[in-house]
């Protein structure tokens, strides 16, 4: 039997309506009573440093999801709570399993390896496949997916002295959530394969880091602060579908000089006479603040997304959880 189709997706009155355990929604300012431009994304487990589970996994899925189709929304400001941004999975959790009778840790094999879908990852694809672009504000210590989380963000910003590791090769396991993908991209592979290769755990302002923080700040609360002002900025001057087409020509473009011109030749004349070009130029000679209106997909291109896209599949369970929700 064919499954229904899934119905569509409503955004939320408020954000603050969402059933979140471990992941907070807050407009900026706090005190507005209707979803503002800037939404702020806190990780809410300060007393397990926010330790990744599962649940925020979930709640960070079904955010994005919301966020993606919300015209109210234009620019998403990803923190912590705390002293920590994240400090990596749960181990306490636990990923492999409880302990058997003799203290060792069990190995669950409650599916097969091909079946598997990483929950880093799955957050970090919510994060790259929403139009609507992050500012992490990395405001204290991020190890593992902690910091792979982020790197799919547009912007990162970092308390100086913030501990940031990819500890993978001294937990026994490898890069995860679309890291191996996005951090050489941000880097170079010569740092990439330094800070895996050692696993080792080094400031935010460390020279290993390069430029994947766009700007390193002299207190916990200057970052925030700096990531809020930033989101400001993008919120009130660019247009979403601008913003989101280029980062996608960055990430899926051709492999080449002529077949990037080719490409990108096509894109402009498809958004020439597009509201939002329109309304970047009145606004421009107006002199006037611009208001962009526009939204993906409805205003791309007709033949947007170019790229063949790839099925990942989707579990049973997490379909009938979150239809349960809609």
């Known amino acids: 039997m064919p499954r229904e189709p ?39 487990r300060p007393q397990k440093h926010n330790a990744f589970t ?6 960070l899925e079904r955010v994005y999801e919301l966020v993606d189709i919300d015209p109210r929304v234009k620019v998403v400001v990803l923190t912590g709570a705390g002293r920590s941004f994240c400090a990596g999975a749960d181990l306490e959790i636990g990923f492999l399993g409880a302990k058997d009778e003799n203290g060792h840790i069990r190995r669950p094999k409650t599916e097969r390896d091909v079946d598997h879908r990483d929950g880093g990852g799955r957050v970090s694809l919510a994060i790259h496949h929403c139009s609507k672009p992050t500012i992490a504000a990395i405001q204290g210590a991020a190890v593992g997916v902690g910091i792979t989380m982020s790197l799919p963000a547009c912007i990162r910003v970092a308390y100086a002295k913030a501990k940031v590791g990819f500890v993978f090769s001294r937990r026994g396991i490898i890069m995860e959530a679309c890291s191996s993908y996005f951090l050489p991209r ?4 010569s740092r990439a394969l330094h800070l895996t290769t050692t696993g080792s755990v080094y400031p935010a302002d ?10 390193t700040c002299s207190s916990p609360e200057a970052t925030l602060t700096r990531a809020l002002e930033l989101a400001d900025e993008i919120a009130k001057n660019t247009s979403t579908v601008s913003t989101k087409l280029m980062r996608e020509l960055m990430y899926r473009g051709p492999d080449s000089a002529e077949g990037t011109h080719l490409l990108d030749s096509r894109i402009l004349h498809g958004l020439f006479g597009s509201k939002d070009n329109l309304e970047g130029v009145e606004s421009f000679l107006q002199k006037r603040p611009v208001n962009f209106t526009g ?4 205003d791309t291109p007709d033949w947007y997304p170019w790229w063949q896209q790839v099925d990942i599949g989707e579990k049973e369970g997490d379909i009938r959880e979150r239809e349960s929700k809609l």
């Not at 460390?206 to 700007?215: A, K």
Request: negative net charge; hydrophobic residues 35%; glycine residues 4%.
């Open 6 to 44: 899934r119905p569509p997706l409503k955004v939320p009155e408020s954000y603050s309506s969402l059933p979140l355990e471990h992941v907070k929604v807050s407009n900026v300012p706090a005190s507005s009573p209707t979803v503002t431009p800037v939404i702020l994304v806190t990780l809410n």
């Open 54 to 59: 599962d649940l925020m996994r979930e709640n």
């Open 186 to 189: 941000l880097i170079g592979h």
């Open 206 to 215: 460390h020279p290993l880091f390069g430029s994947l923080f766009s700007e």
């Open 295 to 298: 939204q993906v997909p409805q």
